[in-house]
């Protein structure tokens, strides 16, 4: 028996997502039920295949053992970073273009205005006897368009006892008349929060922004700034010791994410009150007589995608 080609029951019984095959539709109803399928999940630019996260995308694409058509392709016009594929190699270049020659700024300037998204990063200098401690010596904050909203050394609340100079350029007198730790987190706190208490703050609507960066959760600490994490957007490893820059790295890849095109739904999540029946058990023969095509269409996301940001009405 030829098993190259799949017979009409396999492909009924084919997830249009993932494209795994089941015996029978109801395990299929199952699978859909479970797996939260949606437009919004990292998807290969060629066989047009979902994955769950972009790692699992990266190991489609050029893993120990990818698809040989998409790495053939992806080879050719893929970026190694968002993981798009695009129509030739001049787009790539400008794709790649716009990620190259990060700039470098030093003032501090605290700006009010009403910008969405902010990036954020930290220098650390060391505390305690043997300098391990981290501590904050430099703090940086730019928007979506990598002009600084505020910039300065920080004086830490304890004695600095490893400045660590190669890898953060700081010396002792940078820190003698620097802005107080407790004065820097009220500044930041209050505009990252832009008027909102912070128990109020939502992911979608309001005034509160939208924060990014690298190891948000160390910096904040340091910072002794509290943020609620569905605000967060992170995470990459520059290696690139200059907190401006750190902070345009981390900015462009959010930005690039944000921008992905996927299909606009009115209630995209799951936990949206108007999706929680979708997949009920009560519907199982109605979905038993869907196809693979109209299952997906109903599905929904379980996480919030960036895209949704772009659709923010702030």
Known sequence: MDNRFESSETLRNKCAACYRQFNKMEHLVEHMRTSYH???????????????????????????????ECEKIFKDQGCNLCLTICNSRNALRALLY????????????????????????????????????????????????ENIIFHTYVKPPLPVTNYRYETTGIRPEFLRDAMPLRQVQRKIQDFLCNGEAIWKIRSRGGKARILVGHGMDHDLKSLEVEYPGIMIRYDIQTGIQDPYEDCVATMRLYKRMKSQFHISEDYPLATDPQNRNSFASWRQSELERMTPEEMLEISRSDYYCWCLDSNDCA
């Not at 050029?62 to 040989?68: N, R, S, V």
């Not at 969405?116 to 368009?145: F, H, N, Q």
Request: hydrophobic fraction near 35%; glycine fraction near 12%.
């Open 38 to 68: 949606s437009a919004h999940e990292p998807m290969c630019g060629v066989c047009r295949k979902h994955c769950r996260s972009f790692e699992s995308l990266r190991e489609h694409l050029i893993g120990p053992l990818p698809k040989a």
């Open 98 to 145: 716009r990620t190259a020659n990060l700039g470098l700024y030093d003032e501090l300037k605290m700006d009010n205005g009403r910008t969405r998204a902010v990036a954020l990063a930290c220098k650390m200098v060391g505390g305690g006897s043997d300098g391990s401690l981290d501590l904050c010596g430099r703090v940086c904050l730019i928007d979506e368009y």
